[in-house]
C-alpha cells in the first residue's frame, strides 16, 4: 500500500484523496475513512503547529522592515567654576531617504513569501506522513486477518491429520509437518498482529481524539481507500507547481533585491536639531543646534558585501533550477509508476479473491489423496506470498 502511495502523493495531487470504501460502524466498532483521519486542525494539531515557528519569525522580521528607525534623545549639562554650566538638549535621527528601506522591505516580504511556500510544503509533508500512517495501519491490519484465516485453517487441518495418525490412518510424519508449518504461520500471525498495534498507536499518537477513553471497548479500524483513477498528463501539466520551488523562486527574487542593496555605499545621514544653554549667575542665554552626521563611503565602499550577495545570489538561482527539473522529473515518473503499479494492484486483487477458498480446495485433494503433502504446504505458501504482496500493493 505504500508503495502505490509514494507515487500516488507526487503525479495524483489533482485526484481527490478522500476517495474511500464505505462500511457502516458498530457501537464496538468504529470504522473510520481515510480522509477523516486526515482532516485535522491545523491550528491546533502540535505536529502542525510546531512547522509554524519560521513562518512567524519571517512575517515578524517583514514588518520590522517597515518600521522607521527611533529618535535618539541626549541631553549633556557641564558645570564650570563659579556659577556658570551649559546645558545642551539634542534630537537625533537617521532619515531613511536613501532607499535603502523599500529595498530591504520589498527582500523581507519575498523572505515571509517563500516562507508562507516552505511551510506549505512542509504541511503537505505532514498530511503525506499521516496518509503513510494511515495507509501502515490498514495494511497491518488485513495482513493480520490474512494470517489469522490461514492459521485456523492450517491448524484444523493439524489437528485432523493429528488425529488420523494416532488412529493409524495417516503418516506421523505428515502430522508433524503440519504441525511446524501451523506453528510458522502463528508465529507470523503473532508477528502480523505485534505490527498493527504499534501501527495503531502512531495513529492514536497523531489523532487520539478517534480512540475515546470514554469507549475503552470500542475497537477503532480504518477503510481500506480505493485507488483514485490515474490522472492525465494534460491534467498534471494545469496544476500549480511544487510549494518549494515557487519558496526557491521567492528567495531568487530576494536574493536580487539583496544585490541591489549592497550596491548602495551611501548611507543615510543622521539630522540633529536642539537646544543650547549657557547660564552665569542669574544671566542665561540660548541657541539652537542644527547638524548632520553622515559616513562617507571612502575607505569601505562594501565591496566585501556585493561579492557575497552575488555569490548566494548565484547558488540561489542554482537551486532553483536544480529543484524546477527536480519536480519536473519527480513528477513524469510518478505518473508512470503509479499507472504501473495501480494495474499491477488490480491485476493482483483479481488474481487472489478467493484465497481461502483454494485453501479448502488443496486440503480436500490432500484428504482424497489426489494431492500430496507437499503440494498442500506450497499451496499454503502461495496464499500468504500472493496475499500478502496484494495488500502491500493496494
Request: proline fraction near 5%.
Amino acid at each position: 500500500m505504500r508503495v502505490l502511495l509514494a507515487a500516488l502523493c507526487v503525479a495524483v495531487s489533482v485526484v481527490d484523496p478522500a476517495v474511500n470504501s464505505t462500511l457502516a460502524s458498530s457501537p464496538d466498532t468504529l470504522r473510520i475513512l481515510e480522509s477523516e483521519f486526515i482532516t485535522v486542525d491545523r491550528s491546533a494539531h502540535p505536529g502542525f503547529v510546531q512547522l509554524e515557528g519560521d513562518w512567524v519569525e519571517a512575517r515578524a522580521a517583514a514588518a520590522q522592515a517597515r518600521a522607521f528607525p527611533n529618535p535618539r534623545l541626549e541631553y549633556l549639562r557641564e558645570a564650570y567654576e563659579g556659577n556658570r554650566s551649559t546645558s545642551t538638549l539634542l534630537l537625533n535621527w537617521v532619515w531613511p531617504w536613501d532607499g535603502r528601506r523599500g529595498l530591504r522591505t520589498a527582500a523581507a516580504d519575498q523572505a515571509a513569501g517563500a516562507a508562507a511556500e516552505r511551510l506549505s510544503a512542509e504541511r503537505l509533508s505532514a498530511r503525506t506522513y499521516l496518509r503513510e500512517i494511515y495507509a501502515e495501519w490498514a495494511q497491518q491490519g488485513e495482513r493480520g486477518v490474512l494470517y489469522a484465516e490461514v492459521h485456523d485453517r492450517i491448524e484444523r487441518l493439524a489437528d485432523q491429520q493429528r488425529a488420523r495418525a494416532a488412529a493409524g490412518e495417516a503418516s506421523r510424519l505428515d502430522a508433524r509437518r503440519l504441525e511446524l508449518a501451523s506453528t510458522e504461520v502463528g508465529v507470523q500471525r503473532a508477528l502480523a498482529e505485534a505490527a498493527r498495534v504499534s501501527a495503531e498507536a502512531r495513529a492514536a499518537a497523531w489523532r487520539p481524539e478517534l480512540f475515546e477513553p470514554g469507549h475503552p471497548t470500542r475497537t477503532v479500524r480504518p477503510l481500506r481507500p480505493t485507488l483514485p483513477p490515474t490522472p492525465s498528463p494534460t491534467a498534471l501539466a494545469e496544476t500549480s507547481e511544487p510549494a518549494l520551488v515557487r519558496a526557491a523562486r521567492r528567495e531568487v527574487t530576494r536574493g536580487e533585491l539583496e544585490a541591489r542593496l549592497a550596491r548602495r555605499s551611501w548611507e543615510s545621514p543622521e539630522l540633529t536639531a536642539g537646544a543650547v544653554t549657557d547660564r552665569a549667575d542669574d544671566v542665561s542665554d540660548g541657541a539652537v543646534a542644527l547638524g548632520v552626521a553622515w559616513a562617507l563611503p571612502i575607505l569601505d565602499r562594501g565591496g566585501a558585501q556585493r561579492v557575497a550577495k552575488g555569490a548566494s545570489l548565484h547558488a540561489t538561482r542554482a537551486r532553483l533550477d536544480r529543484l524546477e527539473r527536480d519536480a519536473e522529473s519527480a513528477r513524469a515518473a510518478a505518473l508512470v509508476n503509479y499507472t504501473t503499479l495501480r494495474a499491477a494492484a488490480e491485476t493482483a486483487s483479481s488474481a487472489t479473491e478467493g484465497l481461502l477458498s483454494t485453501i479448502e480446495a488443496a486440503a480436500e485433494s490432500y484428504r482424497f489423496g489426489e494431492s500430496s503433502l507437499t503440494d498442500l504446504l506450497g499451496t499454503l505458501q502461495l496464499v500468504l506470498s500472493s496475499g500478502t504482496a496484494a495488500i502491500e500493493l493496494r
